[in-house]
């Protein structure tokens, strides 16, 4: 994939330093990675390097020799960046720059750089901003200077000159207003997702380019932004969608997660994740036609436990099975995860099935519990409507009945807190909320 436009893809190479004993083909997979994150950046890969260390040099991050056997190297191919798959220091990014005399970069800047290239929206452009000044902010002694003014190109899209010439006490005020921007937006997001209430809500989430934006497509029938690149899709989108039932759900499209995410990313996009952690169930879409897919299917669990939602129930979609040669893997798949679903969300593949098992997972996941609320205790009423779903209220001559449905992962909190109010089994309450 080529990007078209008059400027010249810059020509990248790629180093990797590991553990002794480290499977090469892990490496490979890394460093393929790599390619793929820096194409999507804007350059073109022309050679690779590893070298095996019980730890990185505190110094340069490889040995000696290795550092002269990369700059002959990028010496004679040319190149105009080296780029190391783990997070450089930056003393090492320092001294790097002086033995080669050409920029360096880790994956943490080029994702940091890819997000900046595709944040559109205010709050993705804030986002990314307050991500790269964390980012930065270690690093100022210099090398963002030296980078944005002698190097250019991919990994010096920054947040603007009046940042790269300010002191860090000015990164820190920028990033204290940056902050309460999103805490704004967090408090509009918050009114949005209140006005959703008693709706079913889901998440779709997984590793970049599992094909997360295609099956929203598929599912509801909008139109929505699809591109076969890397994070391709920053900012959350919900939209709409009708059950077999005919009851009407919310699904929402998050950023795809990636191995060694950048932590500065994952804090900076809490507000937009809120969507993953307040779902009543997970779609974890999987690209299984890669050869990586349990690696990346680690990650994303990784991240979820991470991001506190590692308690809402998930059901695993296994994507693009027209691409898939070997049906083996179906087969292994189906048998260590007996309720996941194999779509194609390209061609439409078992698109209703998929609808099928949303609506049973969340009808599974669900605890119906009839409340029998006082009169004299009116306020506790419109807590409960604040907390949960109502599913049927009725008002008797002693009391205020309330059916309402807790999701499994919050019911010991809302027991906790309204076991005085729980009636005993009887009848369903019938009457509307």
């Known amino acids: 994939m080529h990007d078209v436009g008059l400027r010249p893809r810059e020509q990248a190479f790629i180093v990797a330093v590991t553990k002794k004993g480290v499977n090469p083909d892990v490496v490979r997979e890394h460093l393929d990675e790599l390619t793929l994150l820096l194409d999507t950046a804007g350059a073109d890969v022309i050679g690779r390097l590893t070298q095996e260390r019980e730890r990185p040099d505190l110094s340069t991050a490889l040995g000696k020799g290795k550092v002269q056997e990369l700059k002959e190297l990028v010496v004679e191919l040319r190149a105009d960046m080296v780029v190391f ?65 002698q190097f250019g190109g991919v990994g010096s899209k920054g947040p603007g000159e009046t940042q790269i010439e300010t002191d860090r006490r000015m990164y820190r005020t920028r990033m204290q207003r940056l902050r309460e921007k999103l805490k704004e937006i967090e408090a509009q997001r918050d009114i949005q997702r209140k006005g959703r209430e008693g709706i079913p809500r889901f998440a779709l989430v997984g590793y970049t380019n599992a094909g997360k934006s295609s099956l929203m497509r598929q599912l509801t029938l909008a139109d929505v932004f699809i591109e076969d690149r890397l994070f391709a899709t920053l900012d959350t989108t919900v939209r709409s969608l009708d059950l077999p039932s005919g009851q009407k759900a919310l699904v929402s499209d998050t950023v795809g997660f990636i191995r060694k995410l950048p932590p500065q990313l994952v804090a900076s996009f809490q ?10 169930v997970l779609l974890h879409v999987v690209d299984i036609a890669t050869p990586q897919h349990r690696d990346q299917m680690a990650v994303v669990d990784e991240t979820i436990k991470k991001l506190g939602a590692s308690e809402t129930p998930q059901i695993i979609v296994f994507n693009k099975i027209d691409l898939l040669e070997d049906t083996l893997v179906l087969n292994d798949a189906e048998i260590e995860f ?74 010991a909190l809302f027991m906790a807190r309204y076991d005085n109010y729980v009636a005993a089994d009887g009848p369903p309450l019938s009457t509307p909320a």
């Open 271 to 280: 507000s937009t994740l809120a969507e993953t952690l307040e779902a009543d």
């Open 338 to 411: 007996p309720n996941c679903v194999f779509v194609s969300a390209e061609r439409g593949l078992n698109i209703s099935r998929l609808l099928q098992r949303m609506q049973a997972t969340f009808e599974e996941s669900a605890i119906i519990r009839t409340l029998c609320i006082p009169y004299s205790e009116m306020k506790i009423v419109a807590r409960i409507y604040d907390d949960v779903e109502v599913l049927v209220r009725q008002d008797t001559d002693s009391d205020i009945r309330l059916s309402v449905r807790i999701p499994s992962d919050k019911l």
């Open 85 to 149: 798959d783990d997070e450089l220091s930056p003393a090492q990014v320092r001294n790097l720059e002086k033995e080669l005399n050409i920029k360096v970069l880790d994956r943490s800047g080029v994702i940091l750089d890819i997000f900046a290239a595709h944040a559109k929206s205010a709050e993705s452009r804030t986002q990314v901003e307050l991500a790269q000044l964390e980012y930065l902010l270690p690093r100022l002694t210099g090398m963002w200077t030296h980078l944005s003014k």
